[in-house]
T-cell receptor, first 111, second 113 residues
Framework: DGGITQSPKYLFRKEGQNVTLSCEQNLNHDAMYWYRQDPGQGLRLIYYSQIVNDFQKGDIAEGYSVSREKKESFPLTVTSAQKNPTAFYLC??????????FGQGTRLTVV | GENVEQHPSTLSVQEGDSAVIKCTYSDSASNYFPWYKQELGKGPQLIIDIRSNVGEKKDQRIAVTLNKTAKHFSLHITETQPEDSAVYFCAASKGTNAGKSTFGDGTTLTVKP
């Protein structure tokens, strides 16, 4: 089955630690996106990538980093510089000018 | 950049009634308007979309209307069922913008049995 997979589903981070969220898709989509979702708010764009080895900052990129070494993979690192990282993180992919397909999300909590 | 406003933020209806959610957008160049449904703890899923060359689109109990002049679009759900309860997001994007979508803040729909 084609789809987009995020892991882990739940992640706990101690203050000062970097953590990496995984996103893999087998839809052969060129573009991939990372969004952050806070309670009662819409989706805010963190980073996006239109092609392998290229990515751009979204609206709230500070404290986050990404890589796109393979078409199928777009991992997101939440660094210690992100002061309020507790949130629900959603990865999405898209081919051309069509709908976005979302993963099931990763809930990150700082402990 | 694009700004999308979505209303209402919460909506409660009786089973069988209709539900309407409205969004307005600011960038007249936006030409793709999807609606997503998000169930608790899951990622959003597309339920219907519309492009700017169409004024209305229907899929069974769900319809979307677009008014380009007024820059607003609406989601209509008829004969609501308890399983329609979820958070609904509208979005707007344009083909020249790397596929980036701007999302509304979401509407929590509750359908009471």
């Amino acid at each position: 089955d084609g789809g987009i997979t995020q892991s882990p589903k739940y992640l706990f981070r101690k203050e000062g630690q970097n953590v990496t969220l995984s996103c893999e898709q087998n839809l052969n989509h060129d573009a991939m996106y990372w969004y952050r979702q806070d309670p009662g708010q819409g989706l805010r764009l963190i980073y996006y990538s239109q092609i392998v080895n290229d990515f751009q900052k979204g609206d709230i990129a500070e404290g986050y980093s990404v890589s796109r070494e393979k078409k199928e993979s777009f991992p997101l690192t939440v660094t210690s510089a992100q002061k309020n990282p507790t949130a629900f993180y959603l990865c999405a992919s898209r081919k051309g000018y069509t709908e976005a397909f979302f993963g099931q999300g990763t809930r990150l909590t700082v402990v | 950049g694009e700004n999308v406003e979505q209303h209402p933020s919460t909506l409660s209806v009786q089973e069988g009634d209709s539900a309407v959610i409205k969004c307005t957008y600011s960038d007249s160049a936006s030409n793709y308007f999807p609606w997503y449904k998000q169930e608790l703890g899951k990622g959003p899923q597309l339920i219907i979309d519309i492009r700017s060359n169409v004024g209305e689109k229907k899929d069974q109990r769900i319809a979307v209307t677009l008014n380009k002049t007024a820059k607003h679009f609406s989601l209509h759900i008829t004969e609501t069922q308890p399983e329609d309860s979820a958070v609904y997001f509208c979005a707007a994007s344009k083909g020249t913008n790397a596929g980036k979508s701007t999302f509304g803040d979401g509407t929590t729909l509750t359908v009471k049995p």
